[in-house]
């Protein structure tokens, strides 16, 4: 089993939908979980991060995570064109040996649709 | 505010040809640094990464190596390049201690070796 598992996708959504996006881990020692965002051709660029379980809100942004099903989610609500690019989760532990390394997802690819 | 700048953006290069590319961030002091190779399906891989100046640590045996001469540089090299070095090559930059050890990404630098 691998330690990140995201569906690769392609979504594709209309204009001013919700979107989901979600990954499934296997390692219960990663506390902090984090969103990338990666246009074409270019690097990720952090979106947003959560420590443990909970909701962080930021605009139109949505990070949810519950650590007892090991499952992230990121709701993008109003989608915009703009917003079509891959999202790449990544997840890491709190402390100790290896602490600093991220362990990513594969990336979803997102299509928004005027 | 910090940045982080990666070059070239594109290179393309014959088997067998040396690799040299450069990373430096701005703004900020002794970073962890770091070296990525992004490969279509693949996700992120980590290749390097460097808590100080001359301290390397490799995560994958393969055809390159790093170096960080100064603290806010990071070197990513080759002396033979083979086909399967192609991909795309991203630094990183965090902050030790911060608790999210949040990584921040460069542009990246697309290799194709022909």
């Known amino acids: 089993q691998k330690e990140v598992e995201q569906d690769p996708g392609p979504l594709s959504v209309p204009e001013g939908a919700i979107v989901s996006l979600n990954c499934t881990y296997s390692n219960s020692a990663f506390q902090y979980f984090m969103w990338y965002r990666q246009y074409s051709r270019k690097g990720p660029e952090l979106l947003m991060y959560?420590?443990?379980?909970g909701n962080k809100e930021d605009g139109r942004f949505t990070a949810q995570v519950d650590k007892s099903s090991k499952y992230i989610s990121l709701f993008i609500r109003d989608s915009q064109p703009s917003d079509s690019a891959t999202y790449l989760c990544?997840?890491?532990?709190?402390?100790?040996?290896?602490?600093?390394?991220?362990?990513f997802g594969k990336g979803t690819k997102l299509s928004v649709i005027p | 505010s910090q940045t982080i700048h990666q070059w070239p953006a594109t290179l393309v290069q014959p088997v067998g040809s040396p690799l040299s590319l450069e990373c430096t961030v701005e703004?900020?002091?002794?970073?962890?640094l770091y070296w990525y190779r992004q490969a279509a399906g693949r996700g992120l891989q980590l290749l390097f990464y460097s808590v100080g100046i001359g301290q390397i640590s490799s995560e994958v045996p393969q055809n390159l190596s790093a170096s960080r001469p100064q603290d806010r540089q990071f070197i990513l090299s080759s002396k033979k390049l083979l086909l399967s070095d192609s991909g795309f090559y991203l630094c990183?930059?965090?902050?030790w201690g911060t608790g999210a050890d949040i990584q921040y990404f460069g542009a990246g630098t697309r290799l194709s070796v022909l």
């Open positions: 703004g900020t002091s002794n970073p962890n």
């Open positions: 990544a997840m890491k532990g709190d402390s100790g040996a290896g602490s600093y390394q991220l362990t």
């Open positions: 990183a930059w965090s902050v």
């Open positions: 959560t420590y443990s379980s």
